[in-house]
């Protein structure tokens, strides 16, 4: 179809045979040659009377194969069916139809062959865009509207036709990442909502509103900002309108009361939304993160009780190792005061043990170190079993008693407390523990505040624990104040009570034992006078510490009397030592013993050894120095005992002693008696001429600085000059 076929000249006849004035045929040859839109008539038997060539390319159809006819004749099924129901719409109802897209369908491209032909047809315009058209599928906007004679006469329908398929696909798109969006924000826990430039309120939120019970009204009024919990309101409201100012990210935690009235976590995230250098919007999201803060809380508290009980563990375990130390009933108690004092912040403590039968406690005052360094006097008070008080309720039931203030313990015990304790009037709380040694009380404890004070359950099960240990740590400290009792008396009845006074020699004596609070071990020293009144002295040493230490001791030092009796040469004590040694003591009992022999009157004497340190020399005259005599065997160890002949000259000094004076863990032998020799040269002459003295001076010297490990016992014996 040619331009001149398609497009009438000036005042030829239009539709109907209609004249045409020059500007309405301009008009109308434009419309069909240049417009973009693609335009049809239609006349009331559907058949296409007229069409431009962009609505040929659109429908993909040469304009000559549109002309007069209908659109099944030429389009797809599905295509011309939705035309012809559109022009049945407008012509029956005889007014516009708008806004129907028409989906045109993916085409086959030509083949080459048609193309051929095509081009050696005459091609019209619309032909040839046919020609170079594309095949994807198209979606034309289209409208359809009556078209009337001048006489009103309705003869047909006119289309215009709009390519819209890149906005529509631009919209579908858009759609597709709103409902992504939209589907992700309802998949997520976060609640959406948009403010204004200024922070107010420009759209509503149902979302948010669902979980606030809002109002629309109240929301826009308030927004989110009205239900923020009250202590955080202040701190959010600045933050956002800073924010705001400042067109920086908005992000922060708060409370929001929810419809139900109660308080949830939420996080929040409100960004700003530009156009240009111009914030248009502000939007926001909220995330409720209430099980995350109740989960984290939790975790807390946990983590508080298990470090809580971390720490009364090493408490306990502490606790424990203090009272492994402590020996006596009093150090007893003054670790338990310490304990209650850092463990659980009592202001007061106390310990009462049942006396034997079982009618009374006994309180029992902590340990005071005297000026010696050992405990001093322990004072003791008495409460009755049958009495209405902390201690004696816990004994009687077997079980702690705990009173959380005044009124707690009126109601528990009929009155306040009226005993020993009525001198802490500020006591407020109260705890008593019941010592129980297999499942028997044998005293109790007693904690008091001077505030009221609860006892958690996890307090009390550490306070029991306690108690238990504090059973154990008494019946130990009884146990040993037996065995420190017959030590003491044992002690007494194996050293010598005194030494004998001779004119013409002095003699002196210490003895210190390693085993603490135990005043006995395995050392021994003896001085005792002979029938022919020479003088006899042995010092020894028997392996260990303690009471069977001091029984072997005492077995030695009796066997060595009778045997010095019987013959007194230092030989053959010793060697009937060995003998008896051998078949009473056991294979690893290691025993030493220094013996000696001394004429008073000459200070003549022998002396032999059995692997015992040798003795100290000390002269005037000379230099201080130790015997180097061959020490011998300890007893027992098959040997061949041999003597020496010695003479003590006017004011010499002759020192006996044991291995503990010095040896220790840091201290060896050797290094020991090189010291000991140094010392002994140190001393003043009004030191070495007093035997006291002396035995003082070379202890403290040679135990400075170190660690007493070993039994100490030194025996001086010294000849003052004669008088002139």
Known sequence: MSTETSVPHPRVSGVEGQPMDASDAALYATLLTEAPAGLAFFDRDLRCRRANDALAALLRVPVRELQQRRPAEVLPEGLATAVETALRKVIDENRPLSDLDLVVPAGEPSEPAEQADVAAAPVAPGDAAMVATAVEERILACSWLPAKGADGKHLGVVLTALDVTERR??????????????????????????????????????EWRSITGQAPDDYAVGGWLSVVHPEDRPRIEAAWRECVEENRVFETNYRVRTKSGTYRHFDVRAVPIWQGDAVIEWVGANTDVTGQREAEEMRGRLTEQLSAAALRTARLQQATSMLAEALTVSQVVQVITEVG??????????????????LRLSIVAPSQPGADGESGPVSRDDIKVSDQTVMSVAVRESRPFLAEHPDSLRLQLGHGEKDL?????????????????????????????????????????????????????????????????????LQRSLLPSDLPQLPSMVLAARYNPATRHVQVGGDWYDVFRLPDHRLAMAVGDVMGKGVLAAAGMGRVRNALRALALNDPRPAAVLAGLDRLF?????????TTVAYAVIDPETGHGEFSNAGHPPPLLISPDTPARVSTQEPGTPLGWPSQRQQTSFSIETGNTVVFYSDGLVENRRRGVDAGLDELVAVAADAPPEVVGDPERLVDFLVDRMLAGYEQVDDVTVLALHVPPKPA
């Open 169 to 206: 696909r631009a919209e579908e798109v858009i759609r597709r990442k709103e409902q992504r969006y939209r589907s992700l924000v309802e998949a997520s826990a976060q609640v959406v909502w948009v403010a204004a430039p200024d922070g107010g309120v420009i759209d509503d939120a149902p």
């Open 341 to 358: 004092r850092s463990a659980i912040g009592a202001d007061y403590s106390a310990v009462a043990l049942l006396d034997d039968d079982k």
């Open 421 to 489: 304790f009525a001198q802490h009037t500020e006591e407020r709380a109260w705890v008593g523990l019941p010592l129980l040694a297999a499942g028997a009380p044998i005293g109790a404890l007693r904690f008091s505040f001077t505030r009221p004070r609860e006892i958690t359950e996890e307090e009390r099960v550490f306070l029991e624990a306690l108690a238990g240990q504090c059973a154990l740590a008494v019946e130990r400290a009884l146990l040993f104040e037996r065995e420190h009792r017959t030590a003491e008396e």
């Open 582 to 590: 051998s078949a009473t003591e056991d294979e690893e009992q290691f």
